[in-house]
């Protein structure tokens, strides 16, 4: 099954609680405000958590993920402008003001991906737009995620987590058993997130023609060893 199919009912259920985003919101609208910014994409967007800040805000919100599963979802939530696209062909009707992709997007490009995604979302930006990201750190997805097994078990649903780690990813098996009437129905997905070094993602955002480039942790946070967010914010020239 793909990715982000079965997973798209119970995602917000089942969000983490190191997903804050009321906090990483507001450095978003921080950074929101200075540019004076009126038109988003959140890309990746999916079931919507941040688009829904967004739109609540008062921006306009165009939300791209590739899962019409996760968007259906997102589409219930509020009245941005979805659209079902892969974000490394990311392509908008007119260029937006600001953009940003939270929660692990940029996680699933593979490292020689990454600079054709950031040039894609160059140009869909207006000249000094911002650009906001977060990536799992290298020591979230070695050290916390690693080959570990993970199981939430709930009244109505079920979920495994089992993971393995590669030098260059880690795979996610993810096994939900959910209650429908008498009986609990199993659905397996499959998710590879890849491990990029802060280095590699600055590197490919210069390339990209990106500057500016701020690095925190958590949105704001100071970046520490065992930081296990890491948030780029940078400009298109
Ligand atoms: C961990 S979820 C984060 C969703 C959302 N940003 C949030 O904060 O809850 C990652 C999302 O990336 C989307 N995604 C992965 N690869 C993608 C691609 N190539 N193009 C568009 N969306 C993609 C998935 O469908 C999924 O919705």
């Known amino acids: 099954m793909n990715s982000y199919s079965a997973l798209a009912n119970i995602y917000d259920t089942f969000s983490h609680n190191d997903c804050d985003y009321e906090s990483w919101s507001q450095y978003l609208f921080d950074i929101a405000k200075m540019g004076k ?111 570990n097994v993970f199981y939430d078990d709930r009244e109505d649903v079920t979920l495994l987590w089992t993971n393995k780690l590669s030098p260059t990813h880690v795979d996610f098996s993810i096994t939900i058993f959910q209650k429908q009437g008498d009986v609990y129905v199993r659905s397996d997905e499959q998710h590879t997130q890849y491990i990029h070094t802060p280095q590699s993602i600055v590197d490919a955002l210069v390339q990209s023609g990106f500057c500016d480039i701020v690095q925190t942790a958590d949105y704001g946070k100071q970046i520490s060893p065992t930081s296990q967010r890491l948030t780029f914010w940078c400009k298109k020239a």
């Open 37 to 147: 910014v009126t038109s988003v994409v959140d890309i990746a967007c999916g079931t919507g958590k941040m688009t829904q800040l967004l739109a609540k805000q008062g921006f306009r919100v165009v939300g791209v993920d590739n899962s019409p599963q996760m968007l259906a979802v997102a589409g219930q939530k509020c009245r941005a402008v979805f659209v079902q696209q892969d974000m490394k062909k990311l392509a908008l009707p007119s260029r937006v003001d600001m953009a940003v992709c939270v929660n692990d997007g940029v996680n699933y490009l593979k490292s020689n991906q990454l600079q054709g995604f950031f040039c894609q979302v160059l140009q869909n930006l207006k000249t000094g737009a911002s650009f906001v990201f977060d990536v799992s750190s290298p020591y979230k997805l070695q050290q916390i995620l690693g080959n």
